[in-house]
């Protein structure tokens, strides 16, 4: 059995998403009043573009190229804010992804903390999370981050083999990654986190072990471990086409023993992904997101109670940068013409997943409360893993034991709907055609961990 089906950090997946008419956001803001409200802003740039990255992203961007984007952003922020201002949105959290955000340079950086904090109440006690990779990681720009008062700064360092780096093409050093490293530890920001990747062709439970203990010995609050995915699009499909092997038994060995020895040095499992350092006056940042969310900038997405929107999906370059170029033209950001209406079981569905997998699991009766059925009754399949060993309950909660934890993305695509199914696969067709169309060959079938 392959664990290493799909990564379920939200449900649906965009490529279940498609063209809607007659949205508009201010038909929606009411959904967004108040406090408690999540912002992010999508960067989508990069340096050089990772073997194993699908996510929206490109490459060779000129410093004219990412003002002109950022311009476009402040023109989103401006509208959303007259949009969302009889609301009163409030929100306690501004993550931003991307891509590489530091990637801009110290005063595109200001220039996005200033234009964010003009047009958005964000809330005292927000949190302000960022995304950092070590090449780009400098001390004038931490010192943009501490000043704008980032609470978690996270760093892909994915290994520190350099022959494991090169097979992810990564274009930092092991050594550019503890420099960077050092350099944030120094910024004492309330969270660091550190992200590793296993299951990589080459890799050992030793090699993974070793790179986890140099990790731990910056003590960061977090860890994230990542198990490699070559996903449709992806640079490394071609390797794996032209013989390069995932071996999901070996990824699953050095995921347990990853696991273990990160319980053994006090980190708290709180996702399959996720290890949090347990230690008197550490914060907690559980969470799990299930608030309203806005999006800004191209290629991030929104979540206003049942809609969800964005831009269309796009991973090869030629369509990232087609989709690019729209949002730059777009001259009405409250038009949404892209995205879904979660019907109640959907939402049921999105409920399970993103608490199932999870710390502390699933809350049986506030899902109860919220939805007036209960979530065994709607989906029969948790009896069946709580039978097996995979869930158990804790008090009011439905719980991933420790096998279905390192099951979670095995178990997670069982509660996709066959709606969403066939949506995903008729988006996955498509794009396998317009391969077909662009190259004059079909590329061998995508080979899952
Ligand atoms: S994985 Fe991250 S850093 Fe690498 S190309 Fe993708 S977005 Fe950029």
Not at 15 to 36: S, W
Request: hydrophobic content about 35%; proline content about 5%.
């Amino acid at each position: 059995m392959n664990p290493y089906i799909q990564y379920m950090y939200s449900y649906p997946h965009k490529t279940a998403y498609g063209p809607l008419f007659g949205v508009n956001l201010k038909d929606y803001r009411e959904r967004l009043g108040g406090p408690g409200h999540g912002l992010y802003l999508h960067l989508p740039f990069c340096q050089s573009k990772c073997g194993y990255c699908n996510l929206f992203s490109v490459t060779g961007q000129t410093e004219r190229a990412v003002d002109r984007y950022l311009d476009t952003v402040k023109g989103q922020m401006e509208q959303y804010r007259e949009i969302l201002s009889p609301v009163k949105t409030g929100f306690s959290s501004f993550t931003i992804g991307g891509g590489t955000p530091l990637l801009l340079t110290e005063k595109q950086l200001e220039k996005v903390f200033a234009m964010t904090e003009a047009s958005f109440p964000l809330e005292e006690n927000r949190e302000i999370v960022i995304e950092t990779a070590p090449n780009q990681t400098t001390r004038g720009k931490l010192a943009v981050l501490k000043a704008a008062g980032a609470t978690r700064v996270s760093m892909g360092i994915q290994s520190f083999r350099e022959e494991e780096l090169k097979v992810l093409r990564r274009n930092h050093s092991a050594d550019r990654a503890r420099e960077g490293v050092k350099l944030l530890k120094e910024f004492h920001f309330p969270c660091m986190n550190l992200d590793f990747i296993y299951g990589i062709p080459g890799q050992s439970v030793n090699s993974l072990l070793e790179s986890l203990k140099e990790a731990l010995e910056y003590d960061p609050e977090e860890i994230f471990l990542y198990p490699l995915y070559v996903k449709h699009g992806a640079g490394l499909e071609r390797d794996v086409r032209e013989g390069m092997v995932l071996e999901p038994e070996k990824a699953m060995a050095e995921y347990e023993a990853g696991a273990e020895y990160l319980d053994r040095m006090g980190y708290r499992q709180d996702s399959m992904r996720r290890f949090v350092r347990q230690r008197e006056g550490d914060r907690e940042f559980s969470d799990c997101g299930f608030s309203s969310s806005l999006a800004l900038g191209c290629g991030g997405r929104s979540y206003v109670g049942n809609l969800h929107f964005c831009t269309p999906y796009a991973i090869t370059r030629k369509d990232c940068l087609r989709e690019l170029e729209a949002f730059e033209n777009t001259v009405d950001f409250a038009r949404i013409t892209h995205g879904i209406f979660l019907s109640e079981d959907e939402e049921k569905r999105r409920y399970v997943i993103r608490h199932l997998l999870i710390h502390p699991g699933l809350p049986a009766g506030q899902y109860r409360q919220r939805f007036g059925t209960v979530a065994d009754e709607d989906y029969p399949v948790l009896t069946q893993w709580m039978e097996e060993g995979l869930l158990a309950c804790h008090g009011d909660y439905l719980r991933l034991t420790k096998k279905g934890m390192g099951l979670s993305d095995y178990l997670g695509p069982k509660l996709i709907s066959p709606y969403i199914s066939r949506r995903m696969e008729a988006w996955d067709e498509g794009h396998r055609q317009d391969d077909r169309q662009d190259h004059g060959s079909l590329p061998g079938k995508f080979k899952k961990l």
